[in-house]
């Protein structure tokens, strides 16, 4: 038979076990909640990591397209200064031609006017002898005006000779009409030579020049901003682990097995060089230099077909691979004599196609990789890293 304390304990144990539950309830909701939370704030920074590596290779598109641009403007720029070069010397030697003309010129037709006025004189005064001869004066004047005998013995001669030579007047004659001819036609190539080179003025071509050298200078300061802008977007991506991809590169033939096409560190990157190594380079570089020891190897970074294999300016020698889809590959500075390939041949990833060497503009050994995509040279460094290949290791 139970008691009323046995009911109030039975109540109170009753009571514990509901607040006991009640707080293993509560400690577990609690326990979900923080996990929920924790889940939560996870999910959160996932997202915001993920959106700041969007932001980041949105940005490195942007600016990859602003170098692409810049460069583009530059070429132009480079292609307009350099025909502007060639139009100010082309007038300034048309100038001096001109001048040289006009004063060849101008002494031919002095000279012609001079001969076609003795000529002139002289078959004037051989006419009039002759007329003299025929109607007896020059006797006359040779008896009568009191002359010298060494005088008169002169004319007497004169006149002997002139008998000899009265057949010869036409002949003559028309010397003295072609020597005036000359002159004439001299003396108006003159008047036309001097008008010509008044014309051939510099001003318009040096002022075309120096517009495009103002247009050159600021497409340089645009071009090494935007480098330097992707630059930091490039290395933003490096810093949260993703590889950068520019407009040019869209993965072309990133199944393919590539190559480090040479071994050694990094001596020259890609993009604008506010001190140039060795005079005659240009201001911007379009490959990456991998520092090596003379003579080691240089491979084919992937399969494809040697377009160019010789010398090529300041590249020295040169070998470029097709490697189809719009990619090339391209290989500067190599060792002389230590080409191993020729235009036509097939080659392999990894296959040795030359030698390291520093012919052309080369301050020392060292192999200049170069990629164009679609005909636009782009950084090989982001390119090899998009297919598993660290240049300068």
Same mark, same amino acid.
């Given at each position: 038979?139970? $008691?009323?304390?046995?009911?109030?304990?039975?109540?109170?144990?009753?009571?514990?076990?509901?607040?006991?539950?009640?707080?293993?309830?509560?400690?577990?909701?609690?326990?979900?909640?923080?996990?929920?939370?924790?889940?939560?704030?996870?999910?959160?920074?996932?997202?915001?990591?993920?959106?700041?590596?969007?932001?980041?290779?949105?940005?490195?598109?942007?600016? %990859?397209?602003?170098?692409?641009?810049?460069?583009?403007?530059?070429? %132009?720029?480079?292609?307009?200064?350099?025909?502007?070069?060639?139009?100010?010397?082309?007038?300034?030697? %048309? /100038?001096?031609?001109?001048?040289?003309?006009?004063?060849?010129?101008?002494?031919?037709?002095?000279?012609?006017?001079?001969?076609?006025?003795?000529?002139?004189?002289?078959?004037?005064?051989?006419?009039?002898?002759?007329?003299?001869?025929?109607?007896?004066? #020059?006797?006359?004047?040779?008896?009568?005006?009191?002359?010298?005998?060494?005088?008169?013995?002169?004319?007497?001669?004169?006149?002997?000779?002139?008998?000899?030579?009265?057949?010869?007047?036409?002949?003559?004659?028309?010397?003295?009409?072609?020597? $005036?001819?000359?002159?004439?036609?001299?003396?108006?190539?003159?008047?036309?030579?001097?008008?010509?080179?008044?014309? =051939?003025?510099?001003?318009?071509?040096?002022?075309?020049?120096?517009?495009?050298?103002?247009?050159?200078?600021?497409?340089?300061?645009?071009? #090494?901003?935007?480098?330097?802008?992707?630059?930091?977007? =490039?290395?933003?991506?490096?810093?949260?682990?993703?590889?950068?991809?520019?407009?040019?590169?869209?993965? /072309?033939? %990133?199944?393919?097995?590539?190559?480090?096409?040479?071994?050694?560190?990094?001596?020259?990157?890609?993009?604008?060089?506010?001190?140039?190594?060795?005079?005659?380079?240009?201001?911007?570089?379009?490959?990456?230099?991998?520092?090596?020891?003379?003579?080691?190897?240089?491979?084919?970074? $992937?399969?494809?077909?040697?377009?160019?294999?010789?010398?090529?300016?300041?590249? *020295?020698?040169?070998?470029?691979?097709?490697?189809? =889809? *719009? #990619?090339?590959?391209?290989?500067?500075?190599?060792?002389?004599? &230590?080409?191993?390939?020729?235009?036509?041949?097939?080659?392999?990833?990894?296959?040795?196609?030359?030698?390291?060497?520093?012919? *052309?503009?080369?301050? *020392?050994?060292?192999?200049?990789?170069?990629?164009?995509?679609?005909?636009?040279?782009?950084?090989?460094?982001?390119?090899?890293?998009?297919?598993?290949? &660290?240049?300068?290791?």
């Amino acid at each position: 038979m139970s $008691t009323p304390t046995d009911g109030v304990a039975r109540a109170a144990a009753e009571a514990a076990a509901q607040a006991a539950a009640q707080a293993s309830a509560q400690k577990s909701g609690n326990a979900r909640a923080a996990a929920a939370q924790a889940l939560k704030a996870q999910l959160a920074a996932a997202a915001r990591v993920a959106a700041n590596r969007a932001t980041a290779q949105k940005l490195s598109v942007e600016r %990859s397209a602003a170098l692409a641009n810049a460069l583009t403007r530059s070429q %132009s720029a480079q292609a307009v200064l350099n025909t502007a070069h060639v139009d100010l010397e082309s007038r300034r030697a %048309s /100038q001096v031609t001109a001048q040289g003309r006009v004063s060849l010129v101008h002494r031919l037709a002095v000279e012609a006017s001079k001969t076609a006025a003795a000529s002139t004189r002289s078959f004037a005064a051989l006419a009039r002898k002759l007329a003299q001869q025929q109607s007896g004066a #020059v006797v006359a004047d040779v008896f009568l005006g009191g002359h010298s005998l060494s005088n008169m013995l002169d004319q007497l001669s004169t006149l002997d000779q002139l008998n000899h030579v009265t057949e010869n007047i036409q002949t003559i004659q028309a010397r003295a009409q072609a020597d $005036t001819a000359r002159a004439v036609k001299l003396n108006q190539q003159d008047a036309e030579t001097r008008t010509a080179a008044s014309t =051939a003025s510099v001003d318009a071509s040096q002022a075309t020049l120096d517009a495009a050298t103002s247009d050159f200078e600021a497409a340089g300061l645009a071009l #090494v901003t935007a480098a330097s802008q992707a630059a930091t977007a =490039a290395a933003t991506l490096a810093a949260l682990g993703v590889r950068p991809i520019t407009l040019a590169d869209v993965g /072309q033939l %990133s199944d393919q097995g590539w190559a480090n096409p040479a071994h050694g560190a990094i001596s020259d990157a890609y993009g604008p060089r506010p001190v140039r190594p060795i005079p005659g380079v240009g201001a911007f570089h379009f490959g990456t230099d991998i520092g090596a020891s003379c003579k080691s190897p240089v491979l084919a970074a $992937t399969a494809g077909i040697v377009r160019a294999a010789s010398a090529l300016g300041s590249y *020295g020698n040169w070998i470029l691979i097709d490697h189809g =889809a *719009g #990619v090339e590959t391209g290989y500067a500075h190599l060792a002389a004599g &230590d080409t191993l390939v020729a235009v036509g041949d097939h080659v392999a990833a990894g296959q040795q196609i030359a030698s390291v060497g520093s012919t *052309g503009l080369s301050t *020392g050994c060292h192999t200049h990789i170069e990629v164009r995509v679609d005909g636009v040279r782009v950084n090989p460094q982001p390119f090899f890293l998009n297919r598993g290949v &660290d240049l300068g290791n």
